[in-house]
């Protein structure tokens, strides 16, 4: 499968949810204010956002769409454009370039939202371009989680620091970040634990774990990664603003999009916060994760009509 074939196939719950409600909505000759009301309506309740949503309708009801022409094609076409030129400036494909400098990157979010699958995933693309990575298991609340990560190092065969269940989670990734100092590693990657937004102390552990890291670099860490799962709804906008306010994010990458025909929450997403988007998850296995690319992300979404 190609590149888009594979986004395409990913997104196809969200995809066919458009393209099946818009074509309910579109039936007339022309685009009147029932219409736009309707359409406006659909956006919303595809979490789209209340902003994109009357953006979209704005455009719409300004642009002189011929009556000749087809006018669901010329609506698909709007919704593409906007998305593109939204999303656009959020691709951050160099984030997976090779680098000799070495960066740390802590991998935040809720529980189950996907942090250590994602984690095994970009480590495989990174690793890939000639990097040299390293695991931290710094999610020590739970033994399985350890062996998840270790089984993911194993897997694409990077070193993993780890300690035992229950040990301090910012040491850990303190000797992560001291063996990648001290052995040339490129890129630490830190998992944490699902730590609810509203639990003050799992907050001030993940603070931490990020104070620990600057003791050894001071610029670290480089990158804050907030994993979102696209099928966790509106509660994305908080989990957003509650991570941001911790540790300013520099990426997200959202998980589940396979799962959900309400893919549209990261228009939202990015329309309100206009974070840089790293990469999507479309699946559980290891090559399931794609670089985030605004046009193949716009051209599959918004389906053929
Ligand atoms: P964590 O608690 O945030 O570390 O989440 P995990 O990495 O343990 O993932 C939780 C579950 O979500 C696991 O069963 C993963 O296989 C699954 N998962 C992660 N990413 C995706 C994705 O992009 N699509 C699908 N369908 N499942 C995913
Ligand atoms: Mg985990």
Redo the contacts with the bound molecule.
Sequence with gaps: MGIFDIFKFGLKKSATNFTEGLREIIIKKEIDDQTLNEIEEFLIKSDVGLEAAEDIRGIISQKKIDPKKNLLGEVNNILKQYIFELMRPLEKKDFFDKTENMKTIIVS?V????????IGKLGKILKSNGNKILFSASDTFRAAAID?LDNWSKKIEVKIVKSSQGSDPASVAYKAVEEAKNNNYSHVLIDTA?RLQNKKNLMEEYKKISNVTKKIDEKSPHEVIL?LDATSGQNIITQVEEFNRIIPITGLVM?????TAKGGILIAISKKFKLPILAL????KED?LQIFDAKIFSDSFIGAN
Excluded: C, P, S
């Design positions: 979010g529980n189950g939202v996907g942090k250590t699958t994602t998840q699902g994993v998980t589940k999009l396979d799962g998850g479309m699946g559980e399931d």
